[in-house]
């Protein structure tokens, strides 16, 4: 799993979304922009981050983020119970 790089800050922090909230569009293939970076923190629970094109499959939880990549395609699986938000970093 990659790195947050030490030459971005933080800019954007999302609401928090459980299993019922989260939006269609983060279930589904999407990317974040060119030289953004996002981690998924969680609160409750577990998310599960796919990364197809790579055939990856990460549980994330409170003791574990996950870190989102510039353009690379993923999905974001909150499970039954999660909370979690996302902060973005450019």
Do not use: C
């Amino acid at each position: 799993m990659q790195e947050i790089p030490d030459t971005v800050r933080p800019y954007q922090k999302t609401q928090v979304y459980t299993d019922k909230t989260t939006p269609g569009m983060m279930k589904n293939d999407h990317r974040v922009r060119s030289g953004v970076w996002a981690k998924i923190v969680v609160q409750k629970g577990e998310v599960v981050y796919e990364i197809p094109e790579r055939n990856e499959q990460v549980t994330v939880t409170a003791e574990a983020p996950a870190v989102i990549e510039p353009v690379v395609m993923h999905r974001i699986l909150p499970q039954a119970g999660s909370r979690f938000y996302l902060e973005y970093y450019r």
